[in-house]
């Protein structure tokens, strides 16, 4: 069975061109750091805006190393966090298949445990 983060954002106004820039240079960024070249990372959907006033949509299916596993949320959520703090007015609801992720005004998305003991660091870690 599969786990997967689910992300969107809707507002009643469309993306600007430099909104739409902004979200393309972080999903880029956000890529080019990820820590697991073979496992699913930030993924937006083709269609997003498909649905009405839905301006960013997207999902990462979550490893099933489960020593990969907080590493992927912590890197996808902390994007997530960045794409919300760049597209002001947007609704955002972002969850873990059934269990919503809550957002935080200073530390964003993040979820009970993420950052502490060095669950999150990533790649090499002991």
């Known amino acids: 069975m599969s786990v997967s983060l689910y992300y969107r954002a809707s507002r009643a106004v469309p993306l600007t061109k430099a909104e739409t820039a902004t979200v393309e240079r972080i999903v880029a960024a956000r890529m080019s750091s990820f820590p697991y070249p073979d496992e699913e990372g930030l993924h937006l959907y083709d269609g997003s805006g498909s649905e009405p006033g839905e301006v960013v949509a ?24 960045e794409l919300r703090r760049s597209l002001p007015g947007a609704r955002w609801h972002v969850h873990l298949d059934d ?3 809550p957002w935080d005004e200073n530390d964003g998305y993040v979820l009970p445990g993420m950052r502490g003991g060095g ?7 002991p």
């Open 99 to 101: 269990l919503d992720v």
């Open 58 to 81: 997207g999902s990462t299916k979550m490893p099933f190393d489960p020593t990969r596993a907080l590493p992927v949320i912590a890197h996808v959520l902390d994007a997530v966090t």
């Open 119 to 125: 669950l999150a660091t990533g790649p090499g870690t």
